[in-house]
């Protein structure tokens, strides 16, 4: 975990300035600038309907299926805007995965489910792909529990065997930033700690957000800890301070549960 | 109240309790050393009981609290600095007891009237005032005592040279003197216990170390 005595030494991947979000008549995000650093684990926390959730799709614009959504100021990934930077949406969902807080694998097999997205991008040879599944189910400490059962439904497997099946398919595309809405809500502690260590194990070489209603979770496995509210960003800083000295009165009043 | 804010103000009573029984023996030491009572030092040890019983219940609220309430920010601040007072009251008591037992032995006088009673009370305002920041959360008096502790550290300075002196002047008097070599060093513990007590209250108000002001800025702070 970071400290306040040792300074960043990563770059910036993601860089918001001015954000609003709107959807409808509605302002759900409102003025947001933080940034986001490459190879560490931000936690967004807040209460329920604060946008945290929001605030993830956006970063792949995930939420342009509906119409009625507006989102004005600056998001950029590596200095490039994700909204008038000229990215092609597809490739930004392949740079940057996400996964919810439910498990969906597809009704397919383990080796489908995983092999998906490559496929999509055009991978046919059978050798590279099953290189790529066993990498990611590897990488999503799922292998040594499934090689020997890859052609069977995914749906058979736990709820938290799926979800690192989840984080595997979106680590089968080979992305930088990976969004987590919630990947624990579902599952029980064990499931929960193979995850997160998980998180930590992958930070290495990805930028992680994660939406957590979990505080502890947030502690656990954090770099950077943001506070939202109402749409807002009350206060970010690394995850030691917030946890210990926030410096907004709101921060304080929520992980104190004297909030409202 | 919910039960954490309850168990929270228990644990702060209960610190509360911990530190009046730590005055107590203090003012009854300096009785029992002025009047050579051993009445008192045994009042003294009676006392000592009450508060190692406070120590074992409120450690074991502290750990309670950590395991199930997961507290942050200023609750968390409170319990890990209480885990630190706590102790650190225990020792006030320890060392009274280590003081008054020598009331009866440390007679007839052999430093000059009041001295050794000066040590005392500058000790006694000094875990008075540390208390008094804790329960009053307050940063300015927290630092105030930490202050003091160098004014302490000079009167055991002074005394003990004295009863060196002393010593080599009258053979007969070594084992008084080395009896009162040990009653100064006991009273200067305790004033840094009431020093490190008013740096757990600055940890606890500002969320920044006060220890060991030299390492400020190096690479452990």
Redesign the interface.
Known sequence: MLSP?TPETKPVKLSVRNMDFRYGEKKVLDGLSLDIHAERVTAIIGPSGCGKSTFLKCFNRIHEVSSAVKVSGDMQIDGVDIYRGGIDEVDLRRRVGMVFQKPNPFPKSIYENVAFGPRLFGMKDKATLDGIVEDALRKSALWDEVKDRLKESATGMSGGQQQRLCIARALAVNPEVLLMDEPCSALDPIATAKIEELIVELKENLTIVIVTHN??QA?RVSDYTAFFWLGKLIEMDLTERI????RERM??DY???RFG | MRLFDTELKNLRDGIMAMAGLAEEMIELTIQALAERSSAKADRVNELDRQLDEWELKLDQLCVDLLALHSPAATDLRLIASSLKIIPELERIGDHCCNIARRAPIVHPPILPEGRLDRLGQETRSMVRRAVDAFVGRDAALARAVIQSDDAVDELYGQLYRELLRIMLADPLCIERASHLILVIKNWERIADQATNIAEEVLYILEGRSAKHPYLRGSAVE
């Open positions: 005595q505080m502890q502690a946890f210990t000295t926030p921060t304080e992980l104190t549960g």
